[in-house]
Structures are given as C-alpha cells and as structure tokens.
T-cell receptor, first 114, second 114 residues
C-alpha cells in the first residue's frame, strides 16, 4: 500500500503571498490531519478532516484553512504568508477515526517564507 | 487542559546501553498514548501505543514503553541502543474528552554514540 504523499515537498514564498499544500492519504483512509512543525514547538495541530467535514481545529488564525475532497485527498491553504509561517507542514491519515488508531504521516512540505 | 511534556530536549546514550526517553501527560479522561520517531527529512513513524491492558507495551524496532497511571508517565525504553536509533522522538496523547485530537510533545532528540 502506498503511504501518505504530500506535494510539493519544498516551497519558497514571500511575505503576503498565499500557498496551497496537498495531501493524499493512504488508500481507504478517510481521516486527514494537518500539523505545523517548528523547532522548539514540536507539532502543532492545525485541523482534522473526516469524510469532507472539518472535525477538529487547532488554535491557528483564519489565514490557515483546509478542505477535503470526496476521494479523501486534502488541501491546506495559507493566505497572507508571514515569516513565522516557515515550517514543516505534516499531513497524517487514519482509518475510521477511532480513538485507538494511530496516524500515518507523510514526509511533509517544507515551506520557507522570505 | 490536555498536554504532553517531554522534559529532555536531548538524550545521549552509548551504543549498547539501555535508553529511556521520558514523557508525561495530562488529560481529562482515559489516556490513549503513542510514540512516534522522526528521522531527518522524513515524516513521523509510529512506534507503539497504549490503549488499555498491560502497562508494558512492545513496539517496533525493539522499543517498549511503560504506562504508569499514578505518575502519569509513558516513558519509551530500549534495552540496548543502536546508532541507527538516533532520531527525534515524539510522545503523543489522544483525549476523547477533547474532540479526539492528538496532542504531541515537543520532541526529544536521541543521539546514540558509537
């Protein structure tokens, strides 16, 4: 089974621009979560989608948004980029959303904001 | 409030020696606890989880973790460290009382010295 894929792997943007990141979950997985990883902050939860509905949302400003499509693929959008948005963005997929199940992570998209 | 603490940013251990990476948690309900490992430029890989039952959980690559309810801890252990175990380790908790969201620690960098 193919793992979680994320595109692109690397992005360089300038302040004020917007960016869209894409995540394809493992086949059969319907839950997709997004995280921001920065040194010293660990993983900060952004949001989780299940069957095209946002199920959970972390404490990020409204500039961060996402969506999930009927094939479970998910996109994350960041508008009006700030320098502090530079981070590794990780996508994770899971099965039915059971509390007991672990998440499977993609390799991440490294976003650099100049 | 839900939280996960990894009190050590860095752990160094000699190859062949036992290793421990510490994790404590705070949740409102029953804890569902996970350990992940991250190698450079890679996403997180699942190592093991505690849901219920035996307090000693065995996982991938010879790792195990001990759940201690009274100390609210879930320390990761391995009897004999390998150089290839050098990586970043994350503890996570899932709290069904908080929207089923994952909370991650800030990570512990493990270096195994040959």
């Amino acid at each position: 089974k193919a793992g979680v894929t994320q595109t692109p792997r690397y992005l360089i943007k300038t302040r004020g621009q917007q960016v869209t990141l894409s995540c394809s979950p493992i086949s059969g997985h319907r839950s997709v979560s997004w995280y921001q990883q920065t040194p010293g902050q660990g993983l900060q939860f952004l949001f989780e989608y299940f069957s095209e509905t946002q199920r959970n949302k972390g404490n990020f400003p409204g500039r961060f948004s996402g969506r999930q499509f009927s094939n479970s693929r998910s996109e994350m959008n960041v508008s009006t980029l700030e320098l502090g948005d530079s981070a590794l963005y990780l996508c994770a997929s899971g099965t039915s959303g059971s509390t007991y199940n672990e998440q499977f992570f993609g390799p991440g998209t490294r976003l650099t904001v100049l | 409030a839900q939280s996960v603490a990894q009190p050590e940013d860095q752990v160094n251990v000699a190859e062949g020696n036992p290793l421990t990476v510490k994790c404590t948690y705070s949740v409102s309900g029953n804890p569902y606890l996970f350990w992940y490992v991250q190698y450079p430029n890679r996403g997180l890989q699942f190592l093991l989880k505690y849901i219920t039952g035996d307090n000693l959980v065995k996982g991938s690559y010879g790792f195990e973790a001990e759940f201690n309810k009274s100390q609210t801890s879930f320390h990761l252990k391995k009897p004999s460290a390998l150089v290839s175990d050098s990586a970043l380790y994350f503890c996570a908790v899932r709290d069904i009382g908080a929207g089923n969201q994952f909370y991650f620690g800030t990570g512990t960098s493990l270096t195994v010295i040959p």
